[in-house]
């Protein structure tokens, strides 16, 4: 029987999911719906000098919040089936989806890592370092 490894790429904008079962590969993208504009709003005084009326930021930060742990969620759903996990990509998502995967009860793949990359990496390059990485693991 022949083990499933799957890397994921992933950003704030998608992830793909790299299936490698023996010499075949396939790729998946998920999308992650993440709300990416600005707080807009704000009203101008109605005196001269006066203060300005700001908006919270505090209901954008909370949404984008929830918007992240259901994107972790549809990620870790989509490679249960699989035997070994890696994790790579740019910037701070993949490790908020590490943590995800870290406190999670349910999670049966083994994490084998998660790696810094480049963020403009094309399908074949993300192929071949996953190919890498788990040869060499």
């Known amino acids: 029987m022949k083990k499933t490894k799957i890397a994921i ?10 299936t490698l079962r023996g010499q075949k590969s396939s790729i998946t993208t998920i999308d992650s719906d993440i709300d990416t504009s600005k707080p807009k709003g704000g009203a101008r005084a109605k005196l ?11 209901h954008y930060l909370e949404r984008r919040k929830h ?3 259901a994107y972790y969620e549809k990620i870790m759903e989509a490679v249960q089936a699989a ?12 490790e908020g989806l590490v943590k995800a995967i ?3 009860t349910n ?3 083994a994490l ?11 399908e074949n390059q ?3 370092y996953a190919r890498d990485f788990f040869a060499n693991a």
């Open 9 to 18: 790429w992933l950003d704030f904008r998608n992830a793909n999911l790299i």
């Open 48 to 58: 001269r000098y006066g203060a300005t009326d700001t908006i919270s930021e505090k």
């Open 67 to 69: 918007q992240e742990k």
């Open 83 to 94: 035997n070994e996990v890696l994790v790579f990509g740019p910037a701070e998502a993949k």
């Open 102 to 104: 870290k406190a999670s």
């Open 107 to 109: 999670f049966h793949p």
């Open 112 to 122: 084998k890592g998660y790696e810094t990359t480049h963020s403009r990496l094309t």
């Open 126 to 128: 993300k192929v071949a």
